[in-house]
């Protein structure tokens, strides 16, 4: 009886290629998803805290103009670390690049896309403000601005710093020397090029070419006040004139009143007929001038007349002299003559003339 074998199943090449092919497809896909994904991933989760932070800094700030600090809350949002300054480019405004940097170290480039270095200058302050970030996703085309390109940074007062781009590197990570400090207020940019690529750095170094006003202290324009012209001062009439005021008029009458009197033409007002006293004379004429100076009518006249009574010396009273001098009543001159007072007591004259006194006291 014959026996037949069959031969041993044999594993076919093409099944272990195919399963080789298989085990390094798997392999390339995790490797691809590790390297492009992750970093992808990383890269859109930044972007999205950036805009949270541009959203909080734009609601934070109410549209002031540069140098005008808020009143109330100042700009950004948040913490000093998650929002310390907004970074701008006029230069390049057809990108609209702006971006809101944290104040830490470079591990925070991890979670946002810019940071100010932790320790170096604030914004507009004396030294090296330094500021890197990363190109992805929204600063692509950064690497056209160029010297003289302006940067604009707003810090949380919300007053905007303006620095110029003095010089422009391109260089290796490891032959970057611009992050020390400065002796002038200065800004130092740093990112990566190329575009989704970190081989390179590039450096930009700006100086600050003007610091935003204060805000203004100064009281505006007062309102207009109406000040209401002074009163006008009416003119003081003194019916009695002061007693030195009454020679005055007297003088241009002193010539009649000498040729009608006759005894002095000398002095007005003064008693110089009297030879006995001088001194005591004109102290008694002042008294005696008022009484006639301030009425130009006859009627000082007998005021005068009483002057004499009282004193006491009765040669002044008979003499009839002082009669004429009523006559000549446009000038008040020879109300003196009569002033013959007894020079012994001028204090007597005062006496006998309160009357016309009083009535010149309230007049001024």
């Given at each position: 009886?014959?026996?037949?074998?069959?031969?041993?199943?044999?594993?076919?090449?093409?099944?272990?290629?195919?399963?080789?092919?298989?085990?390094?497809?798997?392999?390339?896909?995790?490797?691809?998803?590790?390297?492009?994904?992750?970093?992808?991933?990383?890269?859109?989760?930044?972007?999205?805290a950036d805009r949270q932070a541009?959203?909080?800094?734009?609601?934070?700030?109410?549209?002031?103009?540069?140098?005008?600090?808020?009143?109330?809350?100042?700009?950004?949002?948040?913490?000093?670390?998650?929002?310390?300054?907004?970074?701008?480019?006029?230069?390049?405004?057809?990108?609209?690049?702006?971006?809101?940097?944290?104040?830490?170290?470079?591990?925070?480039?991890?979670?946002?896309?810019?940071?100010?270095?932790?320790?170096?200058?604030?914004?507009?302050?004396?030294?090296?403000?330094?500021?890197?970030?990363?190109?992805?996703?929204?600063?692509?085309?950064?690497?056209?601005?160029?010297?003289?390109?302006?940067?604009?940074?707003?810090?949380?007062?919300?007053?905007?710093?303006?620095?110029?781009?003095?010089?422009?590197?391109?260089?290796?990570?490891?032959?970057?020397?611009?992050?020390?400090?400065?002796?002038?207020?200065?800004?130092?940019?740093?990112?990566?090029?190329?575009?989704?690529?970190?081989?390179?750095?590039?450096?930009?170094?700006?100086?600050?070419?003007?610091?935003?006003?204060?805000?203004?202290?100064?009281?505006?324009?007062?309102?207009?006040?109406?000040?209401?012209?002074?009163?006008?001062?009416?003119?003081?009439?003194?019916?009695?004139?002061?007693?030195?005021?009454?020679?005055?008029?007297?003088?241009?009458?002193?010539?009649?009143?000498?040729?009608?009197?006759?005894?002095?033409?000398?002095?007005?007002?003064?008693?110089?007929?009297?030879?006995?006293?001088?001194?005591?004379?004109?102290?008694?004429?002042?008294?005696?001038?008022?009484?006639?100076?301030?009425?130009?009518?006859?009627?000082?006249?007998?005021?005068?007349?009483?002057?004499?009574?009282?004193?006491?010396?009765?040669?002044?009273?008979?003499?009839?002299?002082?009669?004429?001098?009523?006559?000549?009543?446009?000038?008040?001159?020879?109300?003196?003559?009569?002033?013959?007072?007894?020079?012994?007591?001028?204090?007597?004259?005062?006496?006998?003339?309160?009357?016309?006194?009083?009535s010149s006291s309230p007049t001024?």
């Amino acid at each position: 009886m014959l026996t037949s074998f069959a031969p041993a199943p044999s594993t076919s090449p093409r099944r272990a290629v195919r399963v080789a092919s298989v085990v390094v497809g798997t392999a390339l896909i995790l490797t691809a998803v590790l390297v492009v994904g992750l970093p992808l991933l990383g890269v859109l989760r930044r972007g999205s805290a950036d805009r949270q932070a541009l959203d909080r800094w734009n609601s934070g700030a109410t549209g002031n103009r540069a140098g005008a600090a808020l009143a109330a809350g100042g700009c950004g949002g948040g913490s000093a670390n998650d929002s310390y300054a907004l970074v701008s480019f006029p230069d390049l405004g057809n990108y609209g690049y702006a971006g809101v940097a944290g104040d830490g170290t470079w591990s925070m480039l991890l979670q946002r896309s810019m940071v100010h270095y932790h320790g170096t200058a604030a914004p507009g302050q004396q030294g090296n403000d330094v500021i890197a970030f990363h190109r992805e996703p929204d600063f692509q085309h950064i690497d056209q601005l160029g010297v003289g390109g302006i940067v604009d940074i707003q810090d949380r007062s919300c007053r905007v710093w303006q620095y110029r781009v003095t010089q422009r590197w391109t260089l290796s990570p490891d032959r970057i020397t611009q992050l020390g400090q400065t002796p002038d207020a200065e800004l130092t940019l740093v990112t990566c090029t190329p575009w989704w690529q970190d081989y390179e750095r590039i450096v930009w170094r700006a100086v600050l070419v003007g610091a935003p006003a204060a805000p203004s202290t100064t009281p505006g324009p007062a309102p207009q006040v109406a000040v209401p012209d002074p009163a006008p001062v009416p003119a003081v009439t003194s019916s009695t004139p002061a007693p030195w005021v009454t020679p005055r008029p007297a003088t241009s009458p002193a010539p009649s009143a000498a040729s009608t009197a006759g005894p002095s033409p000398a002095p007005v007002g003064l008693g110089a007929p009297i030879t006995s006293s001088p001194p005591p004379g004109p102290t008694g004429t002042p008294s005696a001038s008022p009484t006639a100076g301030p009425s130009a009518s006859p009627t000082p006249a007998p005021t005068s007349t009483p002057t004499p009574t009282p004193s006491p010396s009765p040669s002044p009273s008979p003499s009839p002299s002082p009669s004429p001098s009523p006559s000549p009543s446009p000038s008040p001159s020879p109300s003196p003559t009569p002033t013959p007072d007894p020079s012994p007591t001028p204090t007597a004259t005062p006496t006998p003339s309160p009357s016309p006194t009083a009535s010149s006291s309230p007049t001024p």
